[in-house]
């Protein structure tokens, strides 16, 4: 799964988190709750993505979603930014 530009920016305009639908800062891929979870460096890719380019996006929300299946077993699916 690799994010386009436009999903990115999508991603960090949605004020809700993908993850588990607390509000989240608009910039962010991720809630703080969820981003706090997550080890530092995962965590700084996460915030402010507009300014990050998609491909970067992508790994950190894929190598998050990882992170999260590996060590919270949860198998939600996490489609950035798609509409709902
Ligand atoms: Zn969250």
Same mark, same amino acid.
């Given at each position: 799964?690799?994010?386009?530009?436009?999903?990115?920016?999508?991603?960090?305009?949605?004020?809700?988190?993908?993850?588990?639908?607390? *509000?989240?800062?608009?910039? *962010?891929?991720?809630?703080?709750?969820?981003?706090?979870?997550?080890?530092?460096?995962?965590?700084?890719?996460?915030?402010?993505?507009?300014?990050?380019?998609?491909?970067? +996006?992508?790994?950190? +929300?894929?190598?998050?979603?990882?992170? &999260?299946? +590996?060590? &919270?077993?949860? +198998?939600? *699916? &996490?489609?950035?930014?798609?509409?709902?």
């Amino acid at each position: 799964m690799t994010l386009t530009k436009e999903q990115v920016s999508g991603l960090a305009k949605t004020p809700r988190c993908p993850r588990c639908d607390l *509000n989240k800062t608009i910039g *962010n891929a991720l809630c703080r709750s969820c981003r706090a979870k997550l080890p530092e460096n995962m965590r700084l890719a996460l915030e402010r993505i507009p300014s990050k380019d998609a491909w970067t +996006v992508s790994r950190a +929300v894929r190598a998050a979603a990882r992170y &999260f299946d +590996v060590h &919270f077993q949860s +198998v939600r *699916n &996490f489609g950035g930014g798609r509409p709902r």
